[in-house]
């Protein structure tokens, strides 16, 4: 196993676990701390670790190795995980979590939704009879959740693509409705206006492309239209992570733009998610794209106090600092950073995870020759 291999899974496994084990084990209300920029955010909070984790651990999951040392993690890491599932979607379980009450359910529910598309064979398709009836009905529940007229529309689409991989009965109307304000809402030059006004912000990469291209291969092959969105979005989504890449300094840090940043790393989701496609902009070498995402990785989880004394998350961009935390933000908030490893997906032997390269920002800041940024059109 490579290095950086080596160091994704460990970071990974330590920021997952804590959140795994103890909803396996029917004890996440009580092991897990709510530190959170308002009162109410502990009726949420728990949703949001197990949905965000499981987000982001799935394609490892699904795609990684079955034997080795790897292969033992993996296995017990699905384990919890299924268990976490289970404890969840019970209804007569001490952490039967909230789907319906409030507007954040729907949030949390769409990563447990996307987790599922990424992992269908582990996540759904091994779960006991009832366990798959309770999850589709937790997600069935959601429903009576308006969303935002903002990015919050693929929340609603992306769970009722999971129902329909699920086998369930699905809502199409949904669906068409976020792909197409989402059209309408196309900023240009690869990036997307979350609902009518482009922000300055992380979230084409916490969201809206991650949910675009994934929603299009779940069901774009549903209707013409749909499928006629998938060339533009996949094109979009190539530019938007060339432009992530770029915003890689050479010190692996990144500019503190926009609200959420205490999801620290997971502002990388999408540019993670094309190297797992294997759909990153020809003029960016694999490795580079490993490279930069490690420091940037290594820079935000070895800074002091990112980790309270039980190995929970802390809120915070560079350690501890509660105060950049929105009133929406919350211990379960801060686990979107496990997106960053998106990539382990990839089996090890990948060009990925092969060799070492500068990224673009080290390049240009060492003098040597690099890429020239292009926009595109469309």
Known sequence: MTADRAYWIDTMIRIAHPVLDALSKRRLRLAMPVEAGAADRAAYSHLEAMGRTLAGIAPWLENGPRSGDEGERRLRMANMARGAIDAATDPDSPDFLNFVHGAQPLVDAAFLANAVLR??????????????????????????????????LLFSAMIEAALYRM?????????????????????????????????????????????????????????????????????????????????????????????????????????????????????????????????VIRRQIEMTGTFDEDGWLRIGFAGSQKEIGEAYVSTGSLYLCTTVFLALGLPEDAAFWQGEADWTARQAWSGAIFPIDKAISG
């Open 119 to 152: 992992a269908p064979h582990e996540l759904f398709e091994r779960l006991e009879p009832q366990v798959k009836a309770n999850l589709t009905a937790a997600l069935l529940a959601t429903r009576v959740i308006r969303p935002v007229f903002s990015n919050w």
């Open 167 to 295: 086998g369930e009965n699905w809502d199409r109307m949904r669906v068409d409705y976020a792909l197409r304000q989402h059209e309408q809402w196309y900023a240009g030059d690869g990036a997307y206006g979350d609902g009518p006004s482009f922000h300055w912000d992380y979230y084409n990469s916490f969201v809206i492309q991650p949910m675009l291209v994934e929603l299009l291969d779940a069901v774009g092959d549903q209707f013409e239209d749909w499928a006629a969105l998938r060339a533009g979005a996949n094109k979009r989504a190539v530019r938007y992570a060339a432009v992530l890449e770029r915003l890689i300094s050479p010190e692996g840090t990144y500019p503190p733009i926009g609200r959420s940043l205490a999801y620290r790393f997971g502002a990388f989701q999408h540019l993670s998610l094309m190297a797992m496609r294997e759909q990153l902009p020809e003029e960016l070498v694999p490795a580079q794209v490993r490279c930069a995402l490690t420091a």
